[in-house]
């Protein structure tokens, strides 16, 4: 996306404390990554199109959209990619969706396969059966502002999460959007939707790990704070 576009299309509200856009990296192998980029744009974010292991340096937050898992991991292998990917997720902000979720899951299921394995979650694949199958609803969650829209296409399943991980929405009884610290991860497809918040949620973590921000009131607490002012 080139800056003019950004800037035209990104709101005030979107700024860090030095006056700039957080750099949130989309990796562009498979899936709608350039929905997840309309949406970083409209959450206050500059989005980058990622298809090289280079292209991670400067970055201060990272997307992994969906698709499929086994194809992407075959991309990522080469070159030393899924290495330095690794690396990036380990510190700085990531954020998975659908098989983006089963790429940050520290376990694969049905059938196993590797993963980039900083997730406390063990994600069981193509839970809710074909393509054909895919459903869309509406459900509450940990978020203000009313029920949020969820686009599932064969979605994973997160059978089990650590103690560490907060469950911000659930189906069934079973997580599909969770936070742990500087990660996130969605068993569905937020960027197919109009609404705007888990971007906006993603974006306030990677601008609060820039900003340093250090106080009693818990993270989870203060960016909901900010959703809420946003959404009145």
Do not use: W
């Amino acid at each position: 996306m080139k800056t003019a576009q950004i800037e035209s299309a990104v709101r005030d509200g979107g700024f860090l404390e030095n006056g700039k856009h957080p750099l949130v990296g989309v990796l562009a192998i498979q899936g709608d990554y350039a929905a997840h980029a309309r949406a970083l744009i409209d959450s206050g974010a500059e989005p980058v199109m990622i298809r090289t292991a280079e292209e991670l340096v400067g970055l201060d937050g990272l997307i992994i959209p969906g698709g499929e898992s086994t194809t992407m991991l075959r991309f990522l292998e080469r070159d030393g990619f899924l290495g330095e990917l690794k690396k990036f997720v380990e510190t700085k902000p990531a954020f998975g969706t659908c098989a983006g979720c089963i790429l940050l899951a520290k376990e694969v299921l049905h059938p196993a396969q590797p993963s980039l394995s900083v997730l406390d979650a063990a994600v069981e694949r193509n839970a809710y059966g074909r393509q054909i199958d895919s459903t869309i609803l509406s459900a509450e969650t940990s978020l203000p502002g009313g029920p949020l829209e969820m686009v599932f296409i064969r979605a994973p399943r997160m059978t089990k999460v650590g103690d560490d991980v907060e469950v911000l929405a659930d189906r069934e009884g079973f997580p599909v959007l969770v936070r742990q610290g500087h990660l996130m991860a969605a068993t569905f497809h937020p960027e197919l939707s109009a609404d705007r918040r888990v971007h906006q949620l993603f974006v306030d973590i990677v601008k609060r790990n820039l900003n340093g921000r250090r106080s009693s009131q818990p993270v989870e607490e203060a960016v909901y704070t900010e959703l809420d002012v946003r959404t009145q």
